[in-house]
């Protein structure tokens, strides 16, 4: 074969090659993509029960009783999961310290029957100047008293940690220099319940940073200058639904 009838023909072989290799990338399916992973809500029990335990800022101190954070909370989880009833029972009102609700739950013979229990106490032992003593001691017998009527599930039960009033009209108004004063008495109360709760394992949530915008931002206070408001009150409830969903799957 000559030399330059060879080159012809190795050059015409070469193109009929890559046409064919080009053809069977063109015809050649797509691999396939795996569809995301869906990841299931895990079903919860027909019927949930659920007891809020603490003081005005449960009780819903100057807000309408379906603004207060445990009403908002039933109402949210009804809307997450249609298929279950939800019933509440709050025992709180304003001015409560640590003693008066031990008392309140003592006198209520509570059968211990609730899938979900929420404590929130402690600002009206710093208000009133009760000596710090008196909530270590009485703090722990509360969450005793919770676990218990949560079944003696401990997972159930949710401790909330104090708003501070002192960012508040009434506390820049009514307690003059005492801010500072206040907040850090109240952080100190908060630490000591982070700590319990902690050591026991119990959910502890923080929300006193919602209510420390409350002079930047008026509308997180209620019309009594003082407590939550409505739309404060939803913050806490976007704050620690994601553990009670947790509790609830348990």
Same mark, same amino acid.
């Not at 074969?1 to 090659?17: A, E, R, T």
């Not at 009434?170 to 005492?178: A, E, K, L, P």
């Given at each position: ?8 023909? *190795? ?35 027909? $019927? ?53 609700? *031990? ?17 929130? *106490? ?21 969450? $005793? ?106």
């Amino acid at each position: 074969m000559k030399p330059v009838f060879k080159q012809i023909v *190795i050059v015409i072989i070469s193109i009929f090659l890559l046409s064919c290799s080009s053809d069977e990338k063109a015809d050649s399916p797509a691999t396939p993509v795996a569809p995301l992973p869906v990841t299931p809500t895990k079903p919860i029990a027909n $019927t949930v029960n659920y007891l809020a335990l603490g003081d005005s800022y449960t009780i819903g101190q100057s807000v309408c009783e379906t603004c207060r954070y445990p009403e908002q909370l039933k109402q949210t989880l009804s809307t997450l999961y249609v298929e279950t009833n939800f019933s509440l029972k709050v025992i709180a009102r304003t001015g409560w310290t640590t003693f008066d609700l *031990i008392s309140a739950i003592n006198n209520q013979n509570l059968e211990a029957n609730y899938d979900l229990v929420t404590l929130l *106490i402690g600002v009206n032992n710093q208000y009133q100047g009760r000596n710090f003593s008196i909530y270590e001691k009485e703090f722990p017998e509360l969450v $005793t008293k919770a676990v218990t009527l949560a079944k003696g599930d401990k997972k159930k039960v949710l401790v909330l940690s104090i708003p501070d009033y002192a960012y508040t009209p009434f506390g820049q108004n009514q307690m003059g220099s005492q801010g500072a004063k206040i907040s850090a008495e109240i952080d100190q109360y908060n630490t000591f319940a982070k700590n319990y709760c902690k050591a026991n394992d119990i959910v502890f949530i923080d929300i006193t940073d919602i209510t420390r915008n409350g002079l930047n931002n008026p509308e997180l206070v209620a019309s009594d200058g003082l407590h939550p408001s409505k739309i404060a009150y939803s913050s806490f409830v976007e704050r620690i639904l994601p553990s009670v969903k947790v509790a609830l799957q348990n």
